[in-house]
């Protein structure tokens, strides 16, 4: 991961489960996911990324039954949501596996 990328930073901060460091990359993140959104929504599958974006569109727009158009001001951001909620619990299942003794160690103390 290239350390010297502000992003690629916080992401080893929510990797490492550093306290609001999950909170501080949605703050980042989704601004600029959204800008990736509309420019899918707009421009159609260019790229892989704009494909997971474009199927991340139609999941939200599948559980809103109807109550979210396509072209909703809100949409955007819901599914900028959902993206940065994927993209923390990836980071922090990778963390998790690169240190699982630190994963269960607040267990550890609880079961002795």
Do not use: H
């Not at 490492?16 to 993140?29: D, F, I, L, S, W």
């Not at 109550?67 to 993209?87: H, I, K, Q, W």
């Amino acid at each position: 991961m290239n350390t010297q990328n502000p992003y690629s930073q916080l992401a080893v901060r929510v990797q490492r489960g550093e306290p609001g460091a999950a909170r501080r990359y949605r703050e980042k993140m989704k601004p600029e996911l959204e800008c990736m959104v509309r420019l899918a929504l707009d421009e159609g599958p260019v790229s892989n990324w704009d494909q997971k974006i474009l199927a991340e569109v139609d999941r939200v727009l599948t559980r809103n039954r109807g109550f979210l158009a396509r072209d909703s001001e809100n949409l955007p951001g819901m599914v900028a949501e959902r993206l940065c909620d994927r993209m923390i619990d990836r980071l922090q299942a990778e963390g998790r596996a690169r240190q699982p003794a630190a994963a269960f160690a607040a267990r550890e103390t609880v079961l002795c």
